[in-house]
């Protein structure tokens, strides 16, 4: 079983930035989710297990970049000019697979989640 460990989450002004951090052991491609009360969770983010490639969600591209330090186990979601419809719970998810995945099925691994709020 992979343990995936967040932090970073918070409380922030809008046009405001958070990092989010995600460890994890192991050779997997990563990924972010979020979900909003009353809505289902939905993709972010995601990097390929190599770095070199990263898809990002329509509503969070230009703001929210993904990286990963391989040597640590660890990848970075950096978010700017944060929005108060960015506040959520903040989910780090791995895959057994090499790609950047967008599907929640992709995705073998969750962490326990972490709040991001962001106020107008």
């Known amino acids: 079983q992979v343990q995936l460990v967040e932090s970073g989450g918070g409380l922030v002004q809008a046009g405001g930035s958070l990092r989010l951090s995600c460890a994890a052991s192991g050779r997997y491609a990563m990924g972010w989710f979020r979900q909003a009360p009353g809505k289902e969770r939905e993709f972010v983010a995601a990097i390929s297990w190599r770095g070199g490639r990263t898809n990002y969600a329509d509503s969070v591209k230009g703001r929210f970049t993904l990286s990963r330090d391989n040597a640590k186990n660890t990848v970075y979601l950096e978010m700017n000019s944060l929005k108060p419809e960015d506040t959520a719970v903040y989910y780090c998810?791995?895959?057994?697979?090499?790609?950047?995945?967008?599907?929640?099925?992709?995705?073998?691994?969750w962490g326990q989640g972490t709040q991001v709020t962001v106020s107008s």
């Open positions: 998810a791995a895959s057994k697979g090499a790609r950047a995945g967008v599907y929640y099925g992709e995705y073998d691994y």
